[in-house]
């Protein structure tokens, strides 16, 4: 809660450390791993935001808060990829009627376009 607290006034250093603090004592919290990416996402540093993502979807696979901040990051790091499968777990999720059904057709021309898939 504390490190809510600090990411909601933008003291991201002051989050990421009552995070990672948390993810020791308990590395099977899923929500402090996808807490911790959010912090991570909002202080710039992406890759470490995708791994704390995996983590959190990892633990627990049925979050769509953990799977749109993993798509996210994914798709800042233009790791299109990795992201569909994600995508259309979002979209089987949401219904076929969901804007991330849409973003699958999209996103698979990227992954396409940059050589991630065939």
Known sequence: RLAEVFRRSGHFDEAENELREATQVRPDAAPAWK?????????????????????????APSDKKGRNGLVSSYNK??????????LKWLCDSDGPD???????????????????IK
């Open 35 to 59: 807490n911790l990416g959010e912090v991570l996402f909002s202080g710039g540093n992406t890759e470490g935001a995708a791994a704390a993502f995996e983590k959190a979807v990892e633990l």
């Open 77 to 86: 790091l233009k790791r299109y990829a990795d992201q569909l499968p994600h």
């Open 98 to 116: 969901s804007q991330t059904c849409g973003v699958c057709d999209v996103i698979e021309r990227k992954a396409r376009a940059e050589g991630q």
